[in-house]
């Protein structure tokens, strides 16, 4: 496979999970300390998306949550979707 062929298909899964989370995605991501920390940000973007009325708000509150976190955070997200999402 290409690098470009797998970064396609690093950022397509990245994107289709933010539709199809599972629930405690945070808990399998980041198996350390700062889960429980990650999960309470999250779900205040959950909040705050959905207060605002915009359509599709847990995907949005997702890539907000994405880019929230500092380069290690977003890196445990990313290898753990490309390593476990089959969508």
Request: aromatic share 20%; with cysteine; net charge positive.
């Amino acid at each position: 496979m290409s690098n470009n062929d797998q970064t396609f298909k690093s950022c397509n899964a990245v994107l289709m999970y933010s539709f199809n989370f599972e629930q405690d995605f945070i808990k399998k991501a980041f198996s350390n300390d700062m889960s429980s920390w990650y999960e309470q940000k999250f779900k205040q973007f959950c909040k705050d998306t959905k207060e605002s009325g915009v359509y599709g708000y847990t995907a949005l509150a997702f890539m907000n949550f994405y880019a929230y976190l500092d380069n290690r955070g977003k890196n445990d997200l990313i290898n753990y979707i490309v390593n476990n999402y089959k969508g």
